[in-house]
Nanobody, 126 residues
Framework: VQLVESGGGLVQAGGSLTLSCAAS????????IGWFRQVPGKERVGIAC????????HYADSVKGRFTISTDNAKRTIYLQMNNLKPEDTAVYYC????????????????????WGQGTQVTVSS
């Protein structure tokens, strides 16, 4: 499995960005894919996760109502639509995927297994 993120950049507070994660090498259609973010000096945090098997999702409280995780029809590109961005959303954003992990667990501190992308920087200016 290979994951490649894109779509990061600089945006003003209140603005929007959409991140994309292009996935290849999936052997089947039962993966859990997550978006995580990390600020230097802090632990990596799961913010949105989705199951390709049943499209169930899980969001961190900090992004509920503002961020939406989704996939394309082929479930080979995973999107993170980010609206009403705040300066505290500034971080390096990573996508990751593993086989058939419950979405809430995958987004938790104890999840975060499998294959990872290289990350993309999101900076929100105030």
């Amino acid at each position: 499995v290979q994951l490649v993120e894109s779509g990061g950049g600089l945006v003003q507070a209140g603005g929007s960005l959409t991140l994309s994660c292009a996935a290849s090498g999936f052997a089947h259609d039962d993966y859990t894919i997550g978006w995580f973010r990390q600020v230097p000096g802090k632990e990596r945090v799961g913010i949105a996760c989705i199951s390709t098997r049943d499209d169930s999702t899980h969001y961190a409280d900090s992004v509920k109502g503002r961020f939406t995780i989704s996939t394309d029809n082929a479930k080979r590109t995973i999107y993170l639509q980010m609206n009403n961005l705040k300066p505290e959303d500034t971080a390096v954003y990573y996508c990751a995927a593993d086989w058939s992990v419950p979405v809430a667990y995958y987004c938790s501190r104890d999840g975060q297994s499998g294959t990872w992308g290289q990350g993309t920087q999101v900076t929100v200016s105030s």
